[in-house]
């Protein structure tokens, strides 16, 4: 079946812009991830939904960052007058429930120059 | 102290040798154990879940100690493909944390 997908793969901006990221999960699937990850660097969480309840955003880094899930489906990683240092790669991943494996999409590839 | 820690590597191994991977976790809570494998450049991929009793899967055995709260991963008879980071995570109610990861290259 279909993976967890991710678009756009790359996405190049110029400082100040705002970036929407999107990840469509794996069908059924309901809880959903967003993590970054720096060059050579680890994953750094950022948000997790699980169903319909209140996500968990204690990861978010500052209050230029935000993700909704509309209908327990898509989300929607939005990140505000980008700066340099958000440039990463932003994996989404998804998992059928709260202890299962995650699946993750092939990320998308920020540049902020 | 980070809540799952791994050593970075990198290892360097011989095509055809046996080599292991611990990671520790913090958290005694924690309820589910999982090892992924990142290539460069490319997305984490699901490796193995991790039992407590202990799991193969061909030339992988993962094993996991609650009471030492430790996690290991031994791969035998390495191939080149193996050649990749790997991650240990583990997941406390949803709230999953990845280890920094363990590089290994296989040689030749």
């Known amino acids: 079946g279909a993976g967890v997908s991710q678009s756009p793969s790359n996405k190049v901006t110029e400082k100040g812009k705002d970036v929407e990221l999107r990840c469509d999960p794996i069908s059924g699937h309901t809880a959903l991830y967003w993590y970054r990850q720096s060059l050579g660097q680890g994953l750094e969480f950022l948000i997790y939904?699980?169903?319909?309840?209140?996500?968990?955003k204690s990861g978010l880094p500052s209050d230029r960052f935000s993700a909704e899930r509309t209908g327990g489906s898509v989300s929607t990683l939005t990140i505000q007058r980008t700066q340099q240092e958000d440039s990463a790669v932003y994996l989404c991943a998804s998992s059928l429930a709260r202890q299962g494996e995650q699946y993750f999409g092939p990320g998308t590839r920020l540049t902020v120059t | 102290r980070k809540e799952v820690e791994q050593d970075p590597g990198p290892f360097n191994v011989p095509e055809g040798a046996t080599v292991a991977f611990n990671c520790t976790y913090s958290?005694?809570?924690?309820?589910?154990f999982f090892w992924y494998r990142q290539d460069c450049r490319k997305e984490p991929k699901l490796l193995m879940s991790?039992?407590?009793s202990g799991n193969e899967d061909g030339r992988f055995t993962a094993q996991l100690n609650r009471a030492s709260q430790y996690i290991s991963l031994l791969i035998r008879d390495s191939k080149l493909s193996d050649s990749a980071t790997y991650l240990c995570?583990?997941?406390?109610?949803?709230?999953?944390?990845f280890g920094a990861g363990t590089r290994l290259t296989v040689k030749p």
């Open positions: 995570v583990v997941n406390r109610n949803g709230d999953m944390r």
């Open positions: 939904f699980q169903g319909n309840s209140a996500p968990d």
């Open positions: 958290n005694s809570a924690s309820q589910s």
């Open positions: 991790v039992y407590s």
